[in-house]
DNA sequence: TCCCAGTCTGCGGATTTCGCAGTTATGGGA
DNA sequence: TCCCATAACTGCGAAATCCGCAGACTGGGA
């Protein structure tokens, strides 16, 4: 039954355009490691051996692979909750926008507690953070005493949550 | 096997008002519970025996806690990457503005297998909605064909990812 | 007081994880 | 082309974990 190998390694194109993504030294997952990431997105506790029968490889080596994923930072395998549920009051994307170079703004952002996601982006807003806070007074404090007096910051805008709609992990399965 | 469940979350079919909910089963589960989610945010993958040992019940306690979480969709465990480092090249966030209720929008865009996150929010847009593409014409065709299109929309606008800077998901352990 | 539903514990048996050694494939370099 | 170093995969036994179950405990409500 190993007429059908799946093309495991550098014996596949690994996608022409992958030239340029030596940022961080970690490389393109290959098909394999996407397919097991996609099992891992349905669900983060699936065993080894039930992604190995269906990726097509053994549990040892579905083991290997998952923990390189995880050791590079490609992958993290986590609970993921809706905040709204779980006891936080409060949350907003904030849109900044500032002068100059906007890595040490993303960084400060990056390093605070109460900010989950940041995003640099191309549009009327440079970057995008999101904020999960107890309550309003908790928000105000953040918004406008932590990151309104970044230097760089022009400006700021506010969007709160009234209501999550969804959250989804699964974009590999389609 | 293991819990096939968990993925049928996404549209959040529970009602935040809903009234007969005996104890437990209440949308803000109790210390022990969120002790158990901070565990499982760190990670993924950690033993039941582990977790209980750090928040104080046995290994089959807290199996029980952790299946009633998953299938309440209080919570679930998967694994998460930067889409932009998995093949994925154009990912945006979009605010809309619409007319009149805005649920059936929401809804839609619940609907769409490029769109990973929406949310209501108060503030110059009235929903914000995450999409991940695999390049900027399917990324112009979700928004163009597919969104702009939808009735009630009146307006979008686009915020094209550069770069993720941070993705958190332990805003619990602080 | 009795009953009931919900939760916890303890405990085997089944399953999974883990570490390791051996084998195979890949990519250069001489 | 040959050969070696590295990387990746497999198989397997031991250890750890998961899982289902039965019994005990608890806090209302009738």
């Known amino acids: 039954m190993h ?4 093309a495991s390694r550098s014996a ?9 993504e030596p940022r961080n030294g970690s ?17 983060g506790r699936r065993p080894y051996a039930a992604i190995g029968k269906a990726v097509g490889l053994s549990e040892a080596a579905v083991r290997q692979r998952v923990q390189k994923l995880l050791d590079q ?10 905040p709204l549920t779980v006891g936080f009051r409060r949350q907003a994307m904030v849109g900044i926008n500032a002068d100059g170079d906007l890595e040490p ?11 989950e996601y940041v995003v ?8 995008l953070a999101e904020i999960v806070c107890e309550d309003d007074d908790h928000l105000l ?7 309104r007096v970044l230097p760089g910051v022009r400006s700021t805008e ?17």
Chains 1, 2 share one sequence.
Request: charged share 30%; proline share 6%; net charge negative.
């Open 27 to 43: 490389p393109q997952p290959d098909a394999v490691s996407l397919a097991i990431i996609e099992q891992l997105q349905e669900d």
């Open 12 to 20: 596949e194109p690994r996608d022409p355009r992958d030239s340029r």
């Open 120 to 127: 640099m982006t191309a549009g009327s807003f440079d970057i």
């Open 141 to 147: 404090d953040v918004i406008n005493k932590r990151i």
């Open 158 to 174: 506010s969007f709160v949550y009234l209501k999550l709609k969804k959250q989804t992990y699964m974009w590999g399965t389609r």
């Open 3 to 6: 007429s059908e190998r799946v």
């Open 105 to 115: 703004v993303a960084d400060a952002l990056t390093a605070m507690p109460e900010v």
């Open 73 to 82: 930072g490609v992958m993290q395998i986590v609970a993921v909750t809706d």
